[in-house]
């Protein structure tokens, strides 16, 4: 069975999540206070993208989910970053 392919809708919602996951993060890195560097605006870019783009995920559990909807998780996990999303798996982990 070939996997499915993406449909014109759901390769701008892939891209949309991106971007707004890399806005999201570097707004939390100039909110942040830190020293902003080039190192750390493309770090914090790429991991917020790629963190927005994973909320596309959902159409495998939700396949009807409207892109608002995702575009919504995206930010939220964006905005999570790395360390929310592990600290969550870690309090969850252990109830």
């Not at 575009?71 to 798996?89: E, K, N, P, R, W």
Request: net charge positive.
């Amino acid at each position: 069975m070939a996997p499915k392919e993406f449909t014109q809708p759901e390769a701008q919602t892939f891209i949309a999540t991106f971007v707004a996951g890399v806005i999201t993060g570097m707004a939390a890195l100039l909110r942040s206070g830190d020293k902003v560097t080039w190192r750390s605006a493309l770090a914090r870019s790429l991991t917020s993208g790629m963190l927005g783009a994973s909320a596309s995920g959902v159409w495998v559990i939700y396949p009807s989910a409207p892109p608002v909807a995702i575009l919504g998780i995206s930010c939220a996990l964006a905005s999570l970053g790395t360390d929310g999303i592990q600290m969550l798996v870690k309090n969850y982990s252990h109830k």
